[in-house]
């Protein structure tokens, strides 16, 4: 019953870091195709940032799952 809030706190996570996930896929996505379509050289400094960013949103994704299996038994 004590872990109940963080069990509840680290789902609420999981949802609103999923969400903001999908978000960026689209827009990575969308920017991708901008770039192609006007082929622009040099997309780089457009890309990248956002492909990071899904890469952390990732990552902090995978940890939290985690942290929710150890209460999880």
Do not use: G
Not at 19 to 25: G, I, P, Q, S, T
């Amino acid at each position: 019953p004590s872990d109940v809030p963080k069990v509840e706190t680290l789902h609420q996570n999981l949802a609103h870091m999923t969400v903001a996930l999908k978000e960026l896929e689209t827009r990575l996505i969308r920017v991708t195709n901008k770039m192609n379509r006007l082929k622009i050289v040099d997309r780089d400094k457009f890309v990248v940032p956002l492909a990071e960013c899904v890469l952390v949103i990732k990552n902090k994704i995978n940890e939290t799952e985690k942290s929710i299996s150890k209460f999880i038994k």
